[in-house]
């Protein structure tokens, strides 16, 4: 069996120059965002979401993008969890973006707030039905005897929504992330990576390079 402290892989796909990239880190990640569409990556979207108690415990997960703007960065969950707790006790998070196919590492870190609740409904209404009864039927994060619990839950939703419009939960709905600085990773080769951070200065965005 080979040793893990031998695995390794040289990254030598790309590079990145503070001079080229965007002006904001909006335009960057638009940029990153579509060179990993247009790479077929699988589950894209799929991010870590870093967040910690007000005593500094961390806690991390993963999440999927549902969107983005100039604003922030959008996602999804039950207000109830592990991590809807940690964040209205402690609203600030971390995002990471890892795209292996393009040698590529996004991390974001700002503060955190609800969207608003026209938003959260716009949004569970376009989720498949199964996905709308699960956010009903599950107590996220709590301790639950068996799973027959759930499957009981669901099976109850689902005959008493029968041809009815599902309702958003109020415990359900979006979150974004307010960017306060970005960080663009691009692998290189012998572990000199190109490091490119964009940090919010006096309402102003300040593009840095750091060392690997």
């Known amino acids: 069996m080979e040793s893990i402290a031998n695995i390794r892989k040289d990254y030598k796909l790309q590079s990145l120059d503070e001079h080229d990239v965007a002006a904001t880190p909006i335009g960057q990640f638009t940029a990153w965002w579509s060179d ?8 894209i979207n799929a991010m870590t979401l870093a967040t910690a108690t007000p005593a500094g415990k961390p806690d ?35 995002l990471v973006f890892f795209w292996k196919e393009l040698e590529r590492q996004v991390r974001i870190e700002g ?6 609740e026209q938003d959260s409904d716009a949004y ?3 989720r498949p039905v199964g996905s709308r009864i699960g956010a009903w039927a599950s107590p996220q994060s ?9 499957e009981e839950n669901v099976k109850e939703l689902e005959i008493k929504y029968t041809g009815s419009l599902i309702p958003r939960p109020e415990h359900w709905g979006g979150y974004i992330v307010l960017p306060t600085q970005v960080e663009y990773w691009q692998g290189r080769s012998s ?5 490119i951070r964009y940090r919010m ?12």
């Open 191 to 195: 572990r000199l990576h190109d490091r």
């Open 201 to 212: 200065e006096n309402g102003a965005w300040v593009i840095e390079r750091l060392a690997p």
């Open 60 to 94: 991390a997960r993963i999440v999927l993008l549902k969107g983005f703007d100039d604003k922030g960065f959008v996602f999804f969950t039950n207000y109830e969890s592990r991590k809807g707790q940690e964040l209205a006790a402690n609203p600030f998070a971390t």
């Open 36 to 43: 990993a569409v247009n790479s077929n990556i699988d589950e």
């Open 142 to 150: 709590t301790i639950i005897s068996n799973r027959n619990l759930l």
């Open 111 to 116: 503060s955190v707030e609800k969207i608003n």
């Open 124 to 126: 569970f209404h376009s």
